[in-house]
């Protein structure tokens, strides 16, 4: 029985394969139960499909999964999620920025009963300030944006145990983002932190587009507060105007002289503006129920049963089960 699974992303990675595989074994070696090291190529163009196949002839250990074209990190991750069979699964980079020793560590604490585990960049060694930047600004935006309790600094690289990779799997939504998802999912989870070394060959698979992609696909289906702002301006809007519509009301009572006819026009006008822009966020308010209810989350993820049977539902009813 395989106990541990590392799942691991790989595009355009074939110098990095090798050296991967040459670090890694030594250290997975050293555990206490069978492991499997999947590696999934997200459509590369360059050798890693060959590298890939070359290690998988020689050592049963290793797995491998080729994409039909680039479908991106969080796709390639979670075909990896769904092939791997271990009791704890570790995703990591194929760069070895994410050190096979701190899985190591993660598993420890995945023995100590935690289900999620996740690994805090302490440290960036020798990425550009604009890396940097774009990073630290990210992790806030989508703490903020996701509302969650998200740890910040914390990227993909993370351990989930059988009961979290399976209740990931189970989210049907399009947009995924592991690192959001497995917050949202609950359990135990703890962090722990590392200084996230160098790329060990070749260069970030990132460009600014898809840096750009992944933060909108976390970000944007993951807060309302962008559909919420027309409401609040109609709404501060709708309130100007009529405070403004009654001083003018009043001063006209009081035969005082506020610039004639054309002074109605402001408050007019802003009355217009606020009761489009508030019919705009009412209509918002539907479209961010309907794309909760197109994600078709699961309404609830149990962690354990007493006194019933494993079987019984493992997330809140989507297969048509009670809730
Ligand atoms: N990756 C992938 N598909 C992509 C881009 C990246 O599978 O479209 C993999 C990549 O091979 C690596 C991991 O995702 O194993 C992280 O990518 P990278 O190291 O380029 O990101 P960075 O560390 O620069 O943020
Ligand atoms: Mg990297």
Redesign the pocket.
């Known amino acids: 029985m395989i106990k541990y699974s590392f799942v691991?992303?790989?595009?355009?990675?074939e110098e990095?394969l090798s050296l991967f595989y040459r670090h890694a074994m030594p250290v997975f070696e050293r555990l206490d139960g069978e492991f499997e090291i999947i590696f999934?190529?997200?459509?590369?163009s360059d050798g890693t499909a060959d590298i890939l196949k070359q290690l998988c002839a020689k050592d049963k250990r290793v797995k491998g999964i080729s994409l039909s074209r680039?479908?991106?990190?969080q796709?390639?991750?979670l075909c990896g999620l769904a092939h791997a069979r271990g009791e704890a699964v570790v995703a990591?980079?194929?760069?070895l920025?994410d050190p096979p020793e701190v899985a190591l560590q993660m598993i420890e604490k995945w023995k100590e009963g935690f289900e999620i585990v996740h690994a805090r960049h302490k440290k960036r060694a020798k990425?550009t300030v604009f890396?940097r930047l774009t990073?630290f600004l990210y992790y806030r935006t989508l703490k903020k944006a996701t509302g969650l309790d998200l740890p910040l600094d914390c990227?993909?690289f993370k351990l989930l145990g059988r009961k979290a990779a399976d209740a990931v799997l189970s989210l049907h939504e399009h947009a995924r983002l592991l690192r959001a998802q497995s917050v949202w999912l609950g359990f135990r989870q703890t962090v722990i932190e590392f200084d996230r070394p160098e790329?060990v060959a070749?260069?970030?698979?990132?460009t600014l587009q898809?840096?750009l992609r992944l933060a909108k696909s976390g970000i944007i289906p993951n807060s309302r507060a962008p559909l919420s702002f027309p409401l609040q301006a109609g709404i501060a809007l709708c309130l100007l105007s009529v405070a403004a519509f009654i001083v003018l009301g009043v001063l006209t009572g009081m035969g005082i002289g506020y610039g004639g006819l054309t002074a109605w026009l402001f408050p007019a006008l802003a009355l217009t503006a606020g009761i489009l822009s508030l019919n705009t966020g009412l209509q918002n308010l539907y479209i961010a129920e309907i794309y909760e209810e197109g994600k078709n989350r699961p309404h609830f993820v149990v962690s354990e049963t007493y006194n019933l049977p494993e079987a019984s539902p493992k997330n809140g009813g989507n297969e048509g089960e009670h809730a």
């Open positions: 691991v992303p790989a595009y355009n990675e990095s999934v190529n997200d459509g590369s680039n479908f991106g990190q796709s390639a991750l990591m980079d194929a760069d920025q990425e890396k990073a990227g993909d790329r070749g260069k970030s698979k990132y898809k840096m």
